[in-house]
C-alpha cells in the first residue's frame, strides 16, 4: 500500500514503447486542397462584390471650370464620398458635389457655406450669416461691386453653396440654396495629377464679430407728384400731344 500525502499529486503512469496504447478513433485525413476553378470562381466573386461597394460608396469626377479656383482647377480628378451624407449632415467648408438644379444631368462642384436655419447676405462680396461676417482664408477673389449682392433665408434640407472663385461662379448666389436630394457627396480626396493628390479637409472658421454692416438710403424724391387714376397711383403722364408744325 502506498501512502500519499494529502493534496499531493498522482504519480503518473508510465508505459514503455513496448506498451504503446492503442485506441479505436480514427486519426484525421488530408484531403487534397480545392480544385483550381472553384478558387478562381470565389476570387473573381469577391473582386466584384469590392468593386460594386467602392462604386456604391464613392463615385470619381473630373473638375472642369474655373469657379474653384485656386483651390480645384480644370482636369483634376476627386473621389466623392456617397456615404458621408448618409451617415452624417452637411457642414460648413464641405467641398461638395450636387446636381444642378436647372439640368440634373450635369453636375457641379461647390463649397457648403449656409446651413438650414440660417441667414446669408453677401454684402459687396463680403459672406455674413446671421448678420456676422464668415471669415474665408481660402479665397483669394470675393465679388466684386454689388454683383452677388442679396439676402437668402436658407429653409430645412436646403443649403448655400458657392464657388471659391466667386467673380466666376455660377451658384446659389444665381439659383439660390438647394436642397439635400440634388447633392451626390463630400469630395473628399483629389488623386489626380499625382503631384497635387491631397486630402480634402475642411476648414475650420473663426468668429470674426464684424457685424453686417448697416446701408440707410435716402427717401426716394420725385420730380412731379404722382396722378391718381382710379384706385390706383400712377407715377407716370400722359403725354402731351405734339404740335403740328404751322403751315400743315
Known amino acids: 500500500m502506498t501512502v500519499q500525502q494529502p493534496g499531493a499529486y498522482p504519480t503518473p503512469s508510465y508505459y514503455p514503447p513496448s506498451q504503446e496504447i492503442w485506441t479505436d478513433v480514427p486519426r484525421p485525413a488530408i484531403r487534397q486542397g480545392r480544385s483550381f476553378w472553384r478558387e478562381l470562381i470565389e476570387t473573381f466573386v469577391l473582386i466584384a ?26 482636369d483634376q480628378f476627386i473621389i466623392v464620398s456617397r456615404l458621408s451624407y448618409v451617415l452624417g449632415d452637411p457642414q460648413r467648408g464641405d467641398v461638395v458635389v450636387f446636381h444642378n438644379p436647372a439640368d440634373p444631368h450635369n453636375d457641379f462642384i461647390k463649397r457648403v457655406i449656409g446651413l438650414p436655419g440660417e441667414t446669408v447676405t453677401i454684402q459687396n462680396g463680403r459672406v455674413y450669416i446671421n448678420g456676422v ?43 439660390g440654396p438647394i436642397t439635400r436630394e440634388l447633392l451626390i457627396g463630400r469630395a473628399f ?38 396722378v391718381e387714376q382710379g384706385n390706383v397711383l400712377s407715377g407716370m403722364l400722359a403725354a402731351t400731344p405734339a404740335t403740328a408744325p404751322a403751315g400743315q
Do not use: K
Open 133 to 175: 461676417r464668415l471669415e474665408e482664408p481660402y479665397i483669394q477673389n470675393f465679388c466684386r461691386g454689388t454683383v452677388c449682392d442679396g439676402t437668402w433665408e436658407i429653409g430645412p434640407d436646403e443649403y448655400f453653396v458657392l464657388g471659391d472663385n466667386r467673380s466666376s461662379s455660377r451658384d446659389s448666389h444665381n439659383f
Open 189 to 226: 480626396i483629389r488623386y489626380w495629377p499625382p503631384s497635387e493628390w491631397a486630402i480634402i479637409t475642411r476648414p475650420s472658421y473663426r468668429d470674426s464679430g464684424v457685424p453686417l454692416p448697416v446701408i440707410t438710403l435716402p427717401p426716394a424724391e420725385t420730380d412731379r407728384p404722382a
Open 49 to 74: 462584390a469590392i468593386y460594386a461597394f467602392v462604386n456604391l460608396a464613392t463615385a470619381r469626377f473630373v473638375v472642369d471650370g474655373r469657379s474653384m479656383l485656386p483651390n480645384f482647377n480644370t
